[in-house]
């Protein structure tokens, strides 16, 4: 039987890549997002493919998220891949600068967003013996960097989350994988920087990731064998060693 996908942040980087890369392969798809304009053009181009349906809502939002995702027609309701990866940075300050505005949306977004989507679609996968739950989280999720703090935070909540998601779940054969990318080259870093122009140097001198990158290594993760989960993935560009060590000789 075909699988069905849902996945959040589907209409930008590493979200609208792994739509394409399912689509390839014949998973139904439920993509998700707030940018109408997008979502429509990804339906008309994916459905060449695949069966697709699209959800307009803020992760957020918790009674939209639960609206929208009650709101599934029968023929998409058996989820049995959720990608979890709509989120962003929003500003790199020290913690005394901060903005309050942007931690809010760090966490209502990253942590809190990924933890309504997850409530609406976990009671189905445990009725139905199986699910794979994938949660994006990052490098900054595995070491805090300066000025990273708050979206460090959530990065490590994401993690923390993935680990009590993969014990709790682990009675239903549920998989549970965390994928922590390092750079990407998306539109990450023009949200960050609220479409500053200290964006533009971000991926310069190196080879950064591709959205591709990642949707690849999902793919791969969502289709191995029944008894192997990939359970924490992490991955850099090779000119990355860390989150402050890159090489920018290129
Ligand atoms: P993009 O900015 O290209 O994509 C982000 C996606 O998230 C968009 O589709 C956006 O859709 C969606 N999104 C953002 N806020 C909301 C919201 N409130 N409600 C619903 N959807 C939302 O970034 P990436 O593809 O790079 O990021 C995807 C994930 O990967 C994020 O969780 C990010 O933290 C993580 N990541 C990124 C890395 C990078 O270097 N790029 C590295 C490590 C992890 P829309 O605006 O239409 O709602
Ligand atoms: C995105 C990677 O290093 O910009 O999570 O935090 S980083």
Redesign the pocket.
Known sequence: MRKTALI??????????TAHEFAKHGIKLIL????QQ??DSLEKALSRDTDVYTLN?????RSKTLEALESLPKEFQDIDILI??????HGLDPIQTGSLDDWD?MM???VK?LLYVSKAIIPKMIQRHTGHIIN?????GKEVYPKGNV?CA??HA?LAITEGMRIDLNPYGIKVSAI????????????RFKGGKEADSVYQGYK??Q?ED?ADIIYFTITRPEHVNLADILVFPTAQANSTTINKSN
């Open positions: 959040t942040g589907a209409t930008s980087g590493i979200g609208q890549a998700c997002g707030r940018r997008r979502l809502f803020d992760v957020s939002d979890n990866n709509a989120g962003n940075a949306a209502d977004i990253n967003g994006i989280g990052s490098s900054a979206y959530s990065k994401v922590n990318p390092g750079l990407v080259e998306t539109e990450f870093s023009k949200v950064a990731l959205a990642i």
